[in-house]
Nanobody
Framework: QVQLVESGGGSVQAGGSLRLSCAAS????????MGWFRQVSGKEREAVAI????????SYADSMKGRVTISQDTAKSMVILQMNNLKLEDTAIYYC???????????????????WGQGTQVTVSS
């Protein structure tokens, strides 16, 4: 069973930065792509950033575009999300996800992903 474990969440003041990590229990090269999503209680889970495992091509959703960078360390089977200039509205639980197959609809749809981590809380305060 694939396991994804996020780390790096915490509390930060507005304008600050955080670096989230996601460690996979198997080689990330076995996935088509991986991504970071976030969810606020009572709202739908939304995509933040996606990375294709083999090409390392990246794609960013509007939610945090220009303030985040997704990358991977293939040797360590890790995916990283660097978040800068954090805003109050970025407060959420951030999830790592992995997709085995190719895209069927949208790479930003949570339904496209087969495995999920338990999430890590990010709290941005003023």
């Amino acid at each position: 069973q694939v396991q994804l474990v996020e780390s790096g969440g915490g509390s930060v003041q507005a304008g600050g930065s955080l670096r989230l990590s996601c460690a996979a229990s198997q080689s990330i090269s076995s996935f088509n792509r991986m991504g970071w999503f976030r969810q606020v209680s009572g709202k739908e889970r939304e995509a933040v950033a996606i990375i294709y495992s083999l090409s390392q091509s990246t794609s960013y959703a509007d939610s945090m575009k220009g303030r985040v960078t997704i990358s991977q360390d293939t040797a360590k089977s890790m995916v990283i999300l660097q978040m800068n200039n954090l805003k109050l509205e970025d407060t959420a639980i951030y999830y790592c996800a992995a997709a085995v197959g190719v895209r069927r609809t949208s790479i930003y749809s949570p339904l496209e992903y087969d495995y999920w981590g338990q999430g890590t809380q990010v709290t941005v305060s003023s």
